[in-house]
């Protein structure tokens, strides 16, 4: 089970090993430097590896000011997979993801590391 130690502009700590790059973060696996199609904003596309993964909660890391955004499109296509959908600024989802994954549902993290 994958816990993440800490955050702060630009880095993340996930048992003890250090990333400054963006990442999806799984129960059992990290895929580092996460691109999308456009930087600042998550679309369906971006998903692909996480919606295989048929989570229960997907949980949006925006980046430490929130920037990158989730558009409607995006939240409505996830929304009607039936799976719940947590967006929020990166400091306040990895805590998120930490407490959901102790409650033992299926949940994958999308963080955004720096603005």
Request: one cysteine or more.
């Amino acid at each position: 089970m994958m816990r993440i130690n800490n955050y702060d502009f630009g880095r993340i700590v996930i048992h003890k090993k250090e990333y400054n790059r963006d990442l999806i973060v799984f129960a059992d696996k990290v895929i580092p430097n996460w691109q999308r199609k456009e930087g600042h904003s998550l679309n369906v596309e971006d998903l692909k590896d996480v919606l295989e993964f048929n989570p229960e909660v997907i949980v949006v890391g925006t980046g430490f000011y929130g920037v990158m955004e989730v558009p409607k499109k995006t939240k409505d296509f996830v929304e009607k997979r039936g799976i719940k959908l947590i967006v929020q600024k990166t400091s306040q989802a990895y805590k998120t993801f930490n407490e959901l994954t102790e409650s033992g549902e299926k949940i994958v993290g999308c963080f955004h590391l720096t603005c």
